[in-house]
């Protein structure tokens, strides 16, 4: 593991030529990265190093394998037969009283129509079938882009799905709901596997490893190399100006898209690598992260009070919420799927909003201390919302399968409806939120009071000037 060294600001060996940078100017940094957790700068360090994390905040600032191209396309590509099989095959076989019952990924997504819940039936395609298979192929093609010989320009656009659509690919999430809807289905009646189960169990360590392997930043740089950007006129007069300019970090903009970091552009333009707005830090973050997590609390209280499935056994109905779920684990004696429930369903959407309000809470009344763990704290958030998915899955399984009339039959309830609802707000106001936004209140504050400090000291405005904007001591400098 190694620590990135961070990138000095205003000092580099480069002149900046007399140049004044006009608005249109835009130019770009190449060789610097910019941490997503605290906003510090960096050097970009050499493809040698495979784990380099922020000094200042420890988030991971890349995490890759010794050849990530050629894993990247291996593991795709075996991700790609594995989906086809998946979205194929059956994964489970429900046998009841001679009448038998085949779940397929596609048909439980279906489910929901029959019973009028499309919305929920579109919440479930997308996130078990249609994202999983745009991040494979897209990740593939993008790979693989740089090596054809004529590639279409618009390739670019498939990196930036493949990378939009991770946290929305929930293969492993639906496994653990096959785990738990498995726990049930057994106590009603025969049940087989089928060989999509097994693929999708390959499937769900395949798209982990490929995670694991790819660079976003160089495969971002390969299609740059090749000119598959967004705008490659723009793209070039940026490189041109990049020779001449100085590094700045208190003009600097990393692309939330791409990474790149580039100084000089206009209000809202788009960045010529991937084509996403530009901005310094996430627009509105704490006005529509409060916002969303006020939608989320105030859709937790129907999403627990409603049931999410009721079950109809030999002309017997009782409904069944999510903790009334929990509570028939118990009574089972499953005490591990139980508290894997709990934990996912009722507590990790609580856990997300008490976080994510402490965390606008410290833009507003910024605090250095601690900043560090409320930024590793930020990104456990971040991991950890999608799976309260699982009981979504449990539901889209049970329906799929259990609908045997008067003997069996299992409905979505209107809480299923209303927990998706939370699961996707909270994970999108974690989207939303910018944690470099903490950062930033903490080290204004700081450098605020060290002012007045000084200007009591009589210091004069000198020594303002050696602290860098980030507020941290700055070492090392840009190389080109
Ligand atoms: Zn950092
Ligand atoms: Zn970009």
């Known amino acids: ?110 489910a929901f129509w029959e019973y009028g819940l499309w919305v929920l039936g579109l919440i479930v395609m997308f996130t078990t079938l249609i994202a999983p298979f745009l991040r494979l192929v897209g990740l593939l093609a993008a790979v693989t882009a740089p090596r054809m010989r004529k590639p279409p320009r618009e390739l670019y656009i498939l990196l930036r ?6 946290p929305w690919s ?43 392997a790819l660079d976003p930043r160089d495969a ?37 898209g791409c990474g790149l970091v580039v100084e000089g552009a206009d209000h809202d333009a788009s960045c010529p690598r991937c084509g996403s707005f530009l901005h310094r830090r996430k627009p509105d973050s704490v006005t529509r992260t409060i916002a969303l997590v006020v939608a989320a609390v105030l859709l937790y209280i129907p999403a627990n009070i409603y049931p999410v499935m009721i079950i109809t056994s030999l002309g017997d109905t009782s409904p069944h919420t999510i903790v ?42 910024p605090s250095v201390e601690g900043l560090k763990t409320r930024t590793r704290i930020f990104h456990v958030i971040e991991m950890i919302g999608r799976w309260s998915m699982i009981d979504v899955f449990v539901v889209t399984i049970l329906i799929a399968l259990v609908h045997m009339g008067f003997i069996a039959t299992i409905q979505p309830g209107p809480g299923a409806l209303a927990f998706a609802g939370v699961v996707i707000i909270t994970m999108l106001a974690a989207e939303t939120f910018d944690p470099r936004l903490m950062w930033d209140a903490a080290i204004d504050q ?27 001591s700055v070492q090392g400098g840009l190389s080109r």
């Open 161 to 166: 799905v493949a990378q939009w659509v991770r």
């Open 324 to 365: 009334g779920g929990v509570k028939e684990l118990i009574e089972a004696d499953m005490w591990p799927l139980a508290a894997l429930v709990f934990f996912a369903s009722v507590m990790v959407p609580v856990l997300k909003v008490i976080g994510l309000v402490w965390m606008i809470l410290r833009v507003r009344r």
């Open 446 to 472: 700081q450098r605020s009071t060290r002012r007045s400090r000084d200007q009591a000291a009589e210091e004069g405005p000198d020594r303002v000037r050696l602290v860098s904007s980030s507020g941290v």
């Open 170 to 212: 929930m293969i492993e999430v639906f496994m653990l709901g096959m785990l738990v809807a498995y726990s049930r289905l057994e106590a009603l009646a025969h049940v087989r596997f089928g060989v999509a189960l097994y693929a999708l169990g390959g499937l769900m360590l395949v798209m982990a490893a490929m995670d694991w």
């Open 1 to 110: 593991m190694v620590h990135a060294e961070q990138q000095d600001s205003q000092t580099d060996g480069a002149v900046d030529g007399g140049r004044s940078r006009t608005a249109s100017s835009i130019v770009v940094h190449r060789h610097a990265l910019e941490c997503p957790g605290c906003g510090a700068f960096y050097r970009q360090p050499p493809r040698s190093q495979l784990e380099v994390h922020c000094t200042r905040c420890h988030t991971v600032l890349r995490r890759t394998t010794r050849s990530p191209e050629r894993d990247t396309v291996a593991l795709a590509g075996t991700g790609l037969a594995l989906f086809i099989l998946v979205g194929l095959m059956p994964y489970i076989t429900f046998d009841m009283r001679g009448r038998e019952n085949v779940g397929t990924m596609l048909g439980g997504a279906l």
């Open 220 to 256: 971002w740089n390969k299609l740059e190399a090749r000119g598959l950007v967004a705008d490659p006129v723009m793209m070039g007069e940026a490189r041109r100006n990049a020779a001449t300019t100085r590094f700045d970090e208190r003009h600097a903009i990393s692309c939330h």
